[in-house]
């Protein structure tokens, strides 16, 4: 069996070991000799270094709750914290969390934990910032932001399908490019940076390549061509149901001349919600973009 095969193969089973997967990668990156997929591959093991963008999917856009104090003996606890009583200032450190950890440490927060979502506290020194804020005469004395561990499935999940679409890309190009000998070059750099920007980084977002960034926003869809639509959605890891409930949507809809239809708008919504509850391995600021570049390229409408 070729080591495309075995990747291939491993990246479907979802019992096998994710970081196995990850270190046939590994040796599939150096016989194809292309940087920025060693790269990846290394810091999925290994962890993302604060000096590297994180990939969209490790980003995530939490719900906050927290315990309060009021007069009396009084108090609440496990309260919605709404984000409109959070300063802009410090609303993305307070509800967004990144997680730069090898794909060891996700798969343990899934498996290491009883319960359904986990809990990742905000830091001590804000609470007094909210005493009055959120609830009348009530003071905040913890918060945290709730994880709920299909977020963190969906990680994982989400590099096995960027994994494979990538093999089956390279597969496609050359069969035989896993057992490449040395000083061969399977396939060619530039083919393997398009495959690798369309399938690990889903050509959105900050590529990086040791310290410098190369920014790539390719959407690969053609005006009015259906089928060039669906297979960008795939490679983003939309499921087949969801871009067939789009396709019937955009037949439903009007052509649009500047701004999307009713029911196109709608499905946008519900991929958003989907990526917000960690079901779509997407992070919710970066989902809308996706979905709503590759419907307007679809429909030929220049973005401003």
């Given at each position: ?10 990246a479907i089973d979802g019992s096998s070991d994710i970081e196995t997967v990850l270190r046939k990668c590994r040796l599939l990156a150096a016989r194809l000799k292309h940087e920025d997929f060693k790269n990846w591959v290394q810091w999925e093991l290994d ?164 310290h410098n960034n190369q920014q790539t926003a390719t959407i690969n869809v053609t005006t009015g061509n259906s089928q060039s639509l669906a297979n960008y959605l795939k490679a983003q890891g939309v499921d087949k149901k969801d871009i067939k409930d789009l ?58």
């Amino acid at each position: 069996m070729s080591l495309l095969q075995e990747i291939q193969n491993a990246a479907i089973d979802g019992s096998s070991d994710i970081e196995t997967v990850l270190r046939k990668c590994r040796l599939l990156a150096a016989r194809l000799k292309h940087e920025d997929f060693k790269n990846w591959v290394q810091w999925e093991l290994d962890g993302y270094p604060d000096d590297v963008d994180l990939p969209d999917y490790r980003e995530f856009h939490g719900q906050c709750y927290g315990h309060f104090s009021g007069p009396f003996g009084s108090g609440i606890k496990n309260a919605q914290i709404p984000e409109s009583c959070i300063p802009n200032t410090i609303k993305d450190i307070l509800t967004m969390r990144k997680f730069r950890g090898g794909i060891g440490s996700l798969a343990y927060l899934v498996n290491g934990h009883s319960e359904n979502s986990l809990r990742s506290p905000w830091p001590a020194d804000a609470y007094p910032l909210f005493h009055n804020r959120v609830y009348e005469r009530m003071v905040l004395i913890q918060a945290w932001v709730d994880i709920p561990k299909n977020v963190i499935v969906g990680m994982v999940s989400t590099v096995r399908n960027r994994i494979l679409n990538f093999a089956i890309e390279i597969e496609a190009s050359n069969p035989d490019a896993g057992e490449a000998s040395l000083g061969s070059v399977p396939v060619p750099e530039a083919k393997v940076t398009q495959i690798f920007n369309t399938n690990i980084y889903g050509n959105v977002g900050n590529v990086s390549s040791g310290h410098n960034n190369q920014q790539t926003a390719t959407i690969n869809v053609t005006t009015g061509n259906s089928q060039s639509l669906a297979n960008y959605l795939k490679a983003q890891g939309v499921d087949k149901k969801d871009i067939k409930d789009l396709e019937n949507a955009i037949d439903s809809d009007p052509k649009p001349i500047d701004t999307l239809g009713e029911n196109v708008s709608q499905w946008i919504q519900k991929m958003l919600r989907k990526s917000a509850e960690g079901t779509w391995g997407i992070a919710k600021d970066v989902a809308k973009e996706i979905l709503t570049s590759a419907v307007m390229a679809y429909y030929g409408i220049p973005r401003n």
